[in-house]
Each structure stands twice: as structure tokens, then as C-alpha cells.
């Protein structure tokens, strides 16, 4: 069996396996890294369904996210190429509502919730919403925020956002979804903004074909449903 990102999952038990003497017999506590691996494996193999595809080319799916105080937005679409992924503002025009959203930041976490919680939850909650559609793709995750990007690109944060982090993860691996994180300024993530605001008049200029469906506010998805 193999298991996308597993293998980020394992270094902190092998570290503590290497640092177990082997003349010694003792009982030695795991460390804090390794629990959270092993939690991780925990939620993960539940959800697994033990296809993996090991081929090198995998569909693109362009995933924007963006975080405030009151609010997580997000929306994707399918893209043919690198070049076509980082253009978003060609694809908005043509999307439909149905590939974004809105999520109340209090319902996803809380609202006194650390923003780099929030910016975490917002791709969560994209993968938790759309996941089931992205099986076997690659997922090029763009973000303007620093943390977010470092964590997916590291596959671990310190702090409480880790946990935001790890089901994220989990739900990817059971999906054989490979992401692949990209780094955006703020400027350049309008519309993901916009959605986080619920700034409808700023969503409505630049997707003009929402404005007669704008039931975007959705609530938080949850990993229990990507086990169906």
C-alpha cells in the first residue's frame, strides 16, 4: 500500500527510533512530532481507498483561497496548464458558482481564531467541500499566505494551525490528490479576497454571471463526509 504524503508522516518516528539506544531495554515516551504522526496515520488510513495511480501526469485543478476575521473564500477550477492555473481572472468569467464559496470563519474554527488558523481552514474547507471531484490531480494551491504556503510545502506547522494542516492532508492522501503550493501577493488574489469579505459587489464585477445565483455562503464541509 502507498499512501501520498505518507512518507512526511514517518520521519519523526524514525528519529525517535534512531535515538533509542539499541543495548538499552526501556520505556521511552514518543515525542510530540511522532503522536502527531501517528494521529495522523490514525485519521488517514480510515478514509484510504487503497488506489494509487503512479502516473506523472495528473490533471491541474487551480485552487485560490483567502482568510479575514469574519470569513474563509475559496473557489477552483480545472486548468489545462501552469499558465492557465495562474491565470484566474481569464477563468472568472466562465466559472460556475458551484466551484466557490463562502464559509463563515466562526463555524469553520472560531471567531477568535488566529488569522494564520483561518487562512489554514480556508483550504481545508476547499478540500473538505470539493475534494471528491479532485481524485488523482494535482491541486496547485495558491495562497497569500506565508504560513499556509510554508506548511504545505513543508507538510507540517508549529502551532495550532498544524491540526488545520494534518486533515488537510489526510483527506488528500485518501484521494491521491498531489498539491502543490504556490505563493501570491495579495493583489493578485482578488477575487479569493472578495469571497472572504463577502464583498458581493467587487464578486459580481468580476464573475457577472453570479449575480443570479449567489447562494455562495456555504457551511463548513467535514471529514466525515469524505469517508462516504
Same mark, same amino acid.
Given at each position: 500500500?502507498?499512501?501520498?504524503?505518507?512518507?512526511?508522516?514517518?520521519?519523526?518516528?524514525?528519529?525517535?527510533?534512531?535515538?533509542?539506544?539499541?543495548?538499552?531495554?526501556?520505556?521511552?515516551?514518543?515525542?510530540?512530532? /511522532? +503522536?502527531?504522526?501517528? =494521529?495522523?496515520?490514525? $485519521?488517514?488510513?480510515? !478514509?484510504?481507498? %487503497?488506489?494509487? @495511480? &503512479?502516473?506523472? /501526469? +495528473?490533471?491541474?485543478? =487551480?485552487?485560490?483561497? $483567502?482568510?479575514?476575521? !469574519?470569513?474563509? %473564500?475559496?473557489? @477552483? &477550477?480545472?486548468? /489545462?496548464?501552469?499558465?492557465? =492555473?495562474?491565470?484566474?481572472?481569464?477563468?472568472?468569467?466562465?466559472?460556475?458558482?458551484?466551484?466557490?464559496?463562502?464559509?463563515?470563519?466562526?463555524? =469553520?474554527?472560531?471567531?477568535?481564531?488566529?488569522?494564520?488558523?483561518?487562512?489554514?481552514?480556508?483550504?481545508?474547507?476547499?478540500?473538505?467541500?470539493?475534494?471528491?471531484?479532485?481524485?488523482?490531480?494535482?491541486?496547485?494551491?495558491?495562497?497569500?499566505?506565508?504560513?499556509?504556503?510554508?506548511?504545505?510545502?513543508?507538510?507540517?506547522?508549529?502551532?495550532?494551525?498544524?491540526?488545520?494542516?494534518?486533515?488537510?492532508?489526510?483527506?488528500?492522501?485518501?484521494?491521491?490528490?498531489?498539491?502543490?503550493?504556490?505563493?501570491?501577493?495579495?493583489?493578485?488574489?482578488?477575487?479569493?479576497?472578495?469571497?472572504?469579505?463577502?464583498?458581493?459587489?467587487?464578486?459580481?464585477?468580476?464573475?457577472?454571471?453570479?449575480?443570479?445565483?449567489?447562494?455562495?455562503?456555504?457551511?463548513?464541509?467535514?471529514?466525515?463526509?469524505?469517508?462516504?
Amino acid at each position: 500500500m502507498v499512501i501520498r504524503l505518507g512518507r512526511a508522516r514517518l520521519q519523526s518516528l524514525y528519529s525517535d527510533l534512531a535515538s533509542f539506544p539499541s543495548h538499552q531495554r526501556s520505556v521511552r515516551r514518543l515525542s510530540h512530532d /511522532s +503522536r502527531g504522526d501517528l =494521529a495522523w496515520w490514525r $485519521d488517514t488510513l480510515p !478514509l484510504f481507498n %487503497g488506489i494509487h @495511480f &503512479f502516473n506523472k /501526469s +495528473r490533471p491541474p485543478v =487551480a485552487l485560490y483561497t $483567502d482568510a479575514c476575521d !469574519l470569513g474563509l %473564500g475559496l473557489f @477552483f &477550477f480545472y486548468a /489545462s496548464s501552469w499558465d492557465s =492555473a495562474r491565470d484566474w481572472m481569464s477563468a472568472a468569467p466562465h466559472l460556475p458558482s458551484t466551484h466557490a464559496a463562502i464559509v463563515d470563519a466562526s463555524s =469553520a474554527c472560531s471567531d477568535v481564531a488566529h488569522i494564520n488558523i483561518k487562512e489554514v481552514s480556508a483550504i481545508l474547507q476547499a478540500f473538505l467541500l470539493h475534494s471528491p471531484h479532485w481524485a488523482h490531480h494535482r491541486v496547485l494551491a495558491f495562497t497569500d499566505s506565508a504560513v499556509a504556503f510554508h506548511g504545505l510545502s513543508k507538510q507540517a506547522l508549529r502551532g495550532p494551525a498544524h491540526r488545520q494542516l494534518l486533515k488537510l492532508l489526510s483527506v488528500a492522501a485518501a484521494l491521491d490528490i498531489e498539491v502543490q503550493p504556490h505563493w501570491l501577493p495579495s493583489s493578485e488574489n482578488l477575487l479569493a479576497d472578495a469571497l472572504s469579505r463577502s464583498d458581493y459587489k467587487t464578486i459580481a464585477d468580476i464573475c457577472p454571471q453570479w449575480t443570479s445565483s449567489f447562494p455562495l455562503l456555504r457551511p463548513p464541509g467535514s471529514a466525515d463526509s469524505q469517508s462516504s
